[in-house]
């Protein structure tokens, strides 16, 4: 029998007469929402940025590197080693079950000139199957063939901060590039990729076939020998598998024995990656978790202020009272009291706290993402703040003592 | 039946180790339509007494049967229940909600029991035309005199058509002529609506007015008159 729509209008009442009061108590629930939804913004934009950039790696990649050189004692780190041969990427991609796709890798740094436009670059030699372990496509143009490897042509693929530095707004499809002063034709351009996760940019890179960058450009003292091998999982279940078997096959292959080392490392980058995204998720929680603390002080505040409230009000709730109201009709008074605070409160803090993740996102620069479960969130809290900090003043209004109450100046 | 049945009704106070007895063994009866004045010194428990008709209070001893209900084993909801149904108040300083217009203070009993904003409308228009407050509704307490205030006062102790008033010095605030004003309108109430009256005061030109006096003394009834009729209890 308790009238809600009155109870409604007597709380929005007492409210609107205490504006400023209002008004205060719920800036402490506008910024413990706002506070929230901000922090859980950037944490979750920060695990964005880190699945994206995953994807432009290329999913399920895994790569292999030549081991150290040990020269009187002195190792020499990863890579310095050429233990990498073609035959190891082709044995890699016929015996291993676990792998779809094998780009062999080659390459250094050259200058490249077209007309009277000059850029340094990384020029890498690798084989067809290199688009497809990178997830990569082309902006325009067409890629190289097998035929184009085996015959060593003189073709190149763009990146596109190299179209960018050397042609301006030109097409470069069938335009001659010079790559350490050799004539290579431009065949196709590659889609913009952006920083790979160590910051590095992608685009500024030309692929040319892998047996012309062995023949022509980086004479190497040991023919045959690759300074990588990129190597495509079926899945991401077989990420683990896929690398067992390189290895084993690797360790097979280079004669290595029970209790030498590997000449070799295979890296599994998106294991790498999924790690540093779950401590990711794990900052979001806590960033969170810190921002919640400002939203339970905001209920504390709406505590005071209904504490307050209730003792001002004593002769009302009396002469509600005597005329009949029951402990429920002054209770949920109250209570509906705190819960309009938090929740017109946590309504102005979800506009806020996404004005304000915009803001850090302008400002500093970050990605931030504010995710309908983070607006719920805070949303919930609040209200569960509203009617847990709300109770205890409105079940103490409704314990007053009627005569009490009525004779309270 | 009566309306109001006190029997051995008794309110002891307990402070330290002395038993202050504020109602010391009341009995009495009271049938519809009466208006009793009950009189008394300060401290000789007139208004306990008047909260115990109120259900706003319980004695410690005795029972206390209104319509033949007894209030001894009524919890505070069916306490507040019965002051909602069966009562209604009107106080010496008013207590009116402030910031509230007239129409809503008249209205406020009716958000207790379940009655629609068109009916509480309709009702708390009809109580205020009553009290001959018509075209006032939107006022608020403090643009209307004190008398005024009364009148609002009581059509909110109408607008339930609550068979008992009880009035607490409904006059104390009041200057000479507006407490007469006031106790016309009761007497009114009286006969033309057959409303039980019972209030409180010290004033005997007040008293005046009522059918029976009642006289309290250190919590108890020392003497009670009914007019015209020439009977002593």
């Given at each position: ?357 915009q803001i850090i996102a302008e400002l500093a620069g970050w990605t931030t993402l504010v995710s309908p479960l983070s607006i719920l969130l805070a949303f919930g809290f609040s209200g569960l703040v509203g009617i847990s900090f ?20 | ?233």
């Amino acid at each position: 029998m308790i009238n809600i729509p009155s109870t409604l209008r007597i709380s929005f009442r007492a409210l609107w007469v205490n504006k400023m009061r209002s008004a205060l108590t719920m800036l402490g629930i506008i910024i413990g929402v706002g506070a929230v939804i901000a922090m859980l913004a950037v944490g979750t934009g920060a695990s964005k940025q880190i699945q994206q950039q995953i994807s432009t790696l290329g999913s399920n990649l895994i790569m292999v590197v030549p081991g150290a050189t040990s020269a009187g004692g002195v190792r020499m780190g990863a890579g310095t080693q050429s233990t990498l041969t073609m035959g190891d990427a082709d044995a890699i991609l016929k015996e291993c079950p676990a792998v779809s796709e094998v780009a062999p890798v080659l390459g250094g740094v050259g200058q490249v000139i077209y007309g009277n436009q000059n850029w340094s670059t990384g020029v890498t030699g690798t084989t067809p199957a290199m688009l497809i372990v990178r997830d990569w496509k082309l902006s325009a143009g067409r890629a190289f063939t097998e035929q184009d490897v085996k015959s060593a042509t003189k073709v190149c693929l763009l990146g596109q901060t190299v179209v960018d530095k050397l042609f301006g707004g030109l097409d470069p499809v069938g335009q001659i590039v010079r790559i350490k002063k050799i004539p290579f034709k431009v065949i196709g351009i590659l889609e913009a990729k952006g920083q790979d996760p160590r910051g590095q940019d992608q685009d500024d890179a030309i692929y040319v076939p892998v047996t012309t960058a062995q023949k022509k450009l980086f004479g190497t003292s040991f023919p045959g020998m690759i300074r990588m091998i990129m190597v495509k999982a079926k899945s991401t279940e077989h990420l683990d598998s896929a690398e067992r078997q390189i290895t084993e096959l690797l360790r097979q292959r280079h004669r290595i024995g029970q209790k030498q080392e590997n000449d070799f490392t295979v890296r599994n980058l998106t294991q790498m990656m999924q790690a540093a995204e779950q401590s990711s998720k794990v900052m979001t929680m806590l960033l969170g978790a810190i921002a919640s603390v400002s939203l339970l002080v905001g209920g504390i505040g709406i505590m005071n202020i209904m504490l307050v409230s209730v003792t001002e009000r004593t002769r009302e709730i009396g002469i509600r009272m005597a005329v009949g109201a029951k402990t429920w009709d002054i209770r949920l008074q109250f209570i509906i009291e705190a819960l309009t605070l938090s929740f017109i409160g946590g309504v102005i803090g979800i506009i806020a706290g996404i004005s304000t993740s915009q803001i850090i996102a302008e400002l500093a620069g970050w990605t931030t993402l504010v995710s309908p479960l983070s607006i719920l969130l805070a949303f919930g809290f609040s209200g569960l703040v509203g009617i847990s900090f709300g109770f205890y003043p409105a079940y103490k209004a409704s314990l007053l003592d009627p005569i009490e109450a009525l004779r309270y100046e | 039946m009566p309306l109001i049945e006190a029997k051995g009704i008794q309110k002891v106070y307990r402070t330290g180790d002395i038993d202050l007895c504020a109602l010391c063994d009341v009995s009495l009866t009271m049938d519809k339509g009466e208006f009793v004045a009950i009189m008394g010194q300060s401290g000789s428990g007139k208004s306990t007494f008047m909260n115990v008709l109120g259900c706003l209070d319980k004695p410690t001893g005795g029972q206390y049967l209104l319509e033949g209900i007894d209030t001894g084993g009524l919890d505070r909801d069916e306490l507040a229940a019965i002051r909602n149904r069966k009562i209604g108040f009107v106080f010496q300083g008013f207590n009116l909600l402030s910031r509230t217009s007239a129409l809503e203070n008249v209205e406020l009993p009716m958000l207790y029991n379940g009655l629609s904003s068109k009916e509480r409308r309709q009702n708390a228009l009809s109580a205020l035309k009553s009290v001959g407050l018509e075209g006032r509704e939107g006022h608020h307490p403090n643009q209307l005199s004190g008398g005024q205030q009364q009148r609002v006062a009581i059509a909110r102790a109408l607008v339930n058509n609550a068979p008992i008033i009880l009035a607490d010095e409904p006059t104390g605030n009041l200057d000479t002529k507006t407490s007469a004003e006031i106790m016309e309108l009761f007497v009114k109430l009286n006969t033309e609506s057959n409303i039980t009256i019972i209030l409180v005061t010290h004033e005997t030109d007040i008293a005046e007015y009522c059918k029976r006096v009642i006289r309290f003394l250190d919590g108890r009834v020392v003497s009670d008159e009914k007019k015209g009729l020439g009977i002593r209890g």
